[in-house]
């Protein structure tokens, strides 16, 4: 199973970006997902999850601007980000996970900043 992130960047504060996770090997709609980030000397923060039946939870932090969403024709996980503010500059990453299997993408960087 290989997961793909994509769509970070930079941003001014109060933009949007969304991130994508291609899922290839395997049916997104299988495994729980999640999107977690890591800012420098930081350790990794779980952001939000959504469960194989859709359920979401996220982080205090970030509760009311960002969504979690999966498109199981794509085989894609999304993460929408709106009012972005500079704390929420990280890398973030994309997981999937069943049972003892634990899969990782390689991370797309966000930076928030004017």
């Known amino acids: 199973v290989q997961l793909v992130e994509s769509g970070g960047g930079r941003v001014q504060p109060g933009g949007s970006l969304r991130l994508s996770c291609a899922v290839s090997g395997s049916i997104v709609s299988l495994y729980a997902m999640a999107w977690y980030r890591q800012d420098l000397g930081k350790q990794r923060e779980l952001v939000g999850t959504?469960?194989?039946?859709?359920?979401?939870n996220y982080a205090d932090s970030v509760k009311g601007r960002f969504t979690i969403s999966r498109d199981n024709a794509k085989n894609t996980l999304y993460l929408q980000m709106n009012t972005l503010q500079p704390e929420d500059t990280a890398v973030y990453y994309c997981?999937?996970?069943?049972?003892?299997?634990?899969?990782w993408g390689q991370g797309t960087q966000v930076t928030v900043s004017s």
């Open positions: 997981s999937a996970q069943r049972g003892s299997e634990l899969y």
């Open positions: 959504i469960s194989i039946y859709g359920n979401t």
